[in-house]
Protein backbone atom coordinates (compact mmCIF):
# COMPACT_ATOMS: atom_id res chain seq x y z
CA UNK A 1 0.00 0.00 0.00
CA UNK A 2 1.35 3.35 -1.15
CA UNK A 3 0.42 5.09 2.08
CA UNK A 4 2.51 2.24 4.07
CA UNK A 5 5.69 3.49 2.18
CA UNK A 6 5.43 7.01 2.63
CA UNK A 7 4.84 6.30 6.66
CA UNK A 8 8.00 3.63 7.07
CA UNK A 9 10.24 6.47 5.17
CA UNK A 10 9.06 9.47 7.04
CA UNK A 11 9.16 7.88 10.55
CA UNK A 12 12.88 6.11 9.70
CA UNK A 13 14.31 9.65 8.57
CA UNK A 14 12.64 11.13 11.49
CA UNK A 15 14.09 9.03 13.72
CA UNK A 16 17.70 8.64 11.60
CA UNK A 17 17.66 12.72 12.14
CA UNK A 18 16.72 12.69 16.07
CA UNK A 19 13.65 13.73 16.18
CA UNK A 20 10.59 12.45 18.74
CA UNK A 21 7.19 12.61 16.84
CA UNK A 22 6.68 15.95 19.29
CA UNK A 23 9.38 17.76 18.16
CA UNK A 24 9.31 16.93 14.70
CA UNK A 25 5.36 17.80 14.35
CA UNK A 26 5.78 20.75 15.47
CA UNK A 27 8.63 21.62 13.72
CA UNK A 28 6.54 20.65 10.41
CA UNK A 29 4.02 22.33 11.16
CA UNK A 30 1.23 19.63 12.45
CA UNK A 31 -0.57 17.97 14.94
CA UNK A 32 0.96 14.84 16.41
CA UNK A 33 -1.88 13.11 15.62
CA UNK A 34 -1.89 13.69 11.64
CA UNK A 35 2.12 12.54 11.96
CA UNK A 36 1.23 9.74 13.86
CA UNK A 37 -1.05 8.73 10.87
CA UNK A 38 1.23 9.15 7.78
CA UNK A 39 3.56 7.34 10.22
CA UNK A 40 1.10 4.39 10.61
CA UNK A 41 0.31 4.51 6.94
CA UNK A 42 -3.47 5.58 7.99
CA UNK A 43 -3.28 8.79 6.00
CA UNK A 44 -0.93 9.86 2.35
CA UNK A 45 0.83 12.67 2.81
CA UNK A 46 -0.18 15.87 0.70
CA UNK A 47 2.19 17.77 -1.81
CA UNK A 48 2.90 20.59 0.59
CA UNK A 49 2.74 18.67 4.09
CA UNK A 50 5.43 16.07 1.94
CA UNK A 51 7.47 19.24 0.62
CA UNK A 52 7.62 20.69 4.93
CA UNK A 53 8.47 17.03 5.65
CA UNK A 54 11.58 17.14 3.19
CA UNK A 55 12.70 20.71 4.04
CA UNK A 56 12.46 20.07 7.70
CA UNK A 57 14.42 16.65 7.70
CA UNK A 58 16.82 18.51 5.06
CA UNK A 59 16.61 16.04 2.42
CA UNK A 60 15.70 16.79 -0.86
CA UNK A 61 11.85 15.31 -2.04
CA UNK A 62 12.77 13.15 -4.07
CA UNK A 63 15.27 10.91 -0.96
CA UNK A 64 11.78 11.01 0.78
CA UNK A 65 9.69 9.65 -1.92
CA UNK A 66 9.40 5.69 -1.87
CA UNK A 67 11.49 4.11 -4.56
CA UNK A 68 8.98 2.68 -7.50
CA UNK A 69 8.42 -0.62 -7.90
CA UNK A 70 9.22 -2.48 -11.32
Not at 14 to 43: C, D, I, N, P
Not at 47 to 67: F, H, M, N, W, Y
Request: glycine residues 8%; proline residues 4%.
Amino acid sequence: METDKWGRRIRAFRKLKGFTQETFAKEAGMSVSVLGELERGSRLPRDEQITRIAACLGISVDDLKPPKEE
